[in-house]
């Protein structure tokens, strides 16, 4: 899993919006998929934070999380990261897809995943410890949609079917579990800009329509 993001505030007039939102499904997939490094997170402290519009619907969330990292160090966001995440057993927040969709994990949301991404012509790197529903592999697969250079499939419609059967119906819970648990800090506003960047892609499929 590999994602590399300007960390340039989504909308911003230097990112054309396609762009923009590649970026930042780019910038949730490393947040997600491992302890963000120390440049990354260099990099996010000093991010750009104002919107070029008054009223940006993802201004505040995007604040909040740059506070939220220049108030930590990089191995407080590591800790909180490993307690959330990782430990041995069941962590004590699951970032799978089946998790919530069907209670356990590799359950049906994983094959019907697998089918989808097979339409896609993609596979998960065999070297990549995680299944294909965590979800910063569903990040990636979104920029991917969103910045790759296949036609057939990097398009709007694709990226609406993806989102409407993969992503949208159990992030916001992930969400939930994330913004209510006593150990979340710098990942409560993780997950306050998923949500908010999960509603503006809502809202902007349904447009297509």
Known sequence: MS?????????SSALDEETARAELYGVLAQLYYAPPSP???SALRVAVTEAPMEGGFL?????????????????????????????IGKPEVFVYASHYLAGFLNEKPLARL???LDHLGLARDETMPETEDHV???CEVMRYLIAGDDMAVCNLTEQRNFFAAHVQPWLP?????LETHPAASFYRAVARLTR????VEAQGFDMLD
């Open 114 to 116: 697998r089918s989808s």
């Open 136 to 138: 910063a592999y569903l």
């Open 173 to 177: 819970a992930m969400c939930d579990a």
């Open 3 to 11: 994602a590399t993001a300007s960390l340039t505030l989504p909308g």
């Open 196 to 199: 908010a960047f999960v509603a």
């Open 39 to 41: 440049d990354f997170l």
């Open 59 to 87: 201004q505040e969330p995007w604040q909040q999380l740059v506070a939220a990292v220049r108030a930590q160090d990089d191995a407080a966001v590591a800790a909180e990261y490993d307690r959330l995440f990782g430990g």
